[in-house]
Structure formats: structure tokens, C-alpha cells
């Protein structure tokens, strides 16, 4: 079992930066490849980013990727996300997911790869 606890989000305006914050409790962290998704009240639930293991791999969804930076300290047991130049879109409630499976970038934008997910928190990006 693998429990995680999601911090960071709030109310910003559009332009702004925020970091989320993943810790992990209960197995080693390091075995784990991990993943950000969000949803937004009434839509499916939405692949953000994901890294591998070492954190030598990353992979993002386009809507994103080169705004977002996904990281993770396995000596802290915590990964992050580094959202930069906010959009009224990012909007959502975000979640940490983990996985015990290897990094594969035709699977980790998959919700269903994910073994362990957080509770989430909420991002409100106001324009």
C-alpha cells in the first residue's frame, strides 16, 4: 500500500506559477514510476505528466508540456509539479497516481496503469 498526500494548490491568477507537492508513505518510493492527472467537475479525468523511477524519463500531454515540469525527490519520497504560465484551463483538481509498472509512454497516460492515487487539490487559475 502506497499513500500519498497531495499540497500546493490554491487560487492564483492567469501567468502565475504554483508547485504541487506528492509525499509517498508506506513502500519505497523509488520502485514506484509516478503521474499527475486532473478533472475538472463533469469532464473525464486527465493525464498531466509522468516520470520514471530515477526520474531520468518524463513524459507530458501537449496541453502542458513546456508550461509544466514534473520532478520528484526519492529521498524525500516526493514528487512535484512546477506549473508555470497558468491558464484559466489548468483549472482542476489535480492527483498524484503511482505505479509499480515500468515507465512506458504508450501506458503511462493511462489512469488505469495507476495503482495508488491521492486525494487531491484543487488549482483555481482565475483570468
Known amino acids: 500500500q502506497v499513500r500519498m498526500v497531495e499540497s500546493g494548490g490554491g487560487l492564483v491568477q492567469a501567468g502565475d506559477s504554483l508547485r504541487l507537492s506528492c509525499e509517498a508513505s508506506g513502500r519505497t518510493f523509488a520502485n514506484y514510476c509516478m503521474g499527475w492527472f486532473r478533472q475538472t467537475p463533469g469532464k473525464e479525468l486527465e493525464f498531466v505528466a509522468a516520470i520514471s523511477e530515477s526520474g531520468r524519463y518524463t513524459t507530458y500531454s501537449d496541453s502542458v508540456k513546456g508550461r509544466f515540469t514534473i520532478s520528484r525527490d526519492n529521498a524525500k519520497n516526493t514528487e512535484y509539479l512546477e506549473m508555470n504560465d497558468l491558464k484559466s484551463e489548468d483549472t482542476a483538481t489535480y492527483y498524484c497516481?503511482?505505479?509499480?509498472?515500468?515507465?512506458?509512454?504508450?501506458?503511462?497516460?493511462?489512469?488505469?496503469?495507476?495503482?495508488?492515487w491521492g486525494q487531491g487539490t484543487q488549482v483555481t487559475v482565475s483570468s
Open positions: 497516481a503511482a505505479t509499480h509498472r515500468a515507465f512506458l509512454l504508450r501506458v503511462m497516460s493511462d489512469r488505469s496503469t495507476y495503482d495508488y
